[in-house]
């Protein structure tokens, strides 16, 4: 299971909004977290993400994402 597909499960919904609330923001954000937290320890270093790391880098996917759909 490659970072994109987990990343592309936990938006699906969500990839409608052309703007983003704060409301949609922590939404997304705590679907990457409880997707990317279900994965073991080996499966999350593959991908390049300490288990320390998950909740700043579910941030910095939905900022990311944001800020591409805003271009």
Request: with cysteine; net charge positive; charged share 30%.
């Amino acid at each position: 299971m490659s970072i994109h597909s987990i990343i592309k499960t936990a938006n699906d919904e969500f990839c409608r909004f052309s703007g983003i609330t704060a409301l949609n923001r922590k939404m997304r954000i705590n679907r990457i977290m409880s997707s990317l937290e279900q994965l073991d320890n080996r499966t999350l270093d593959d991908i390049g993400i300490s288990r320390w790391q998950i909740k700043d880098r579910a941030r910095q996917i939905v900022d990311n994402d944001n800020s591409r759909s805003a271009a």
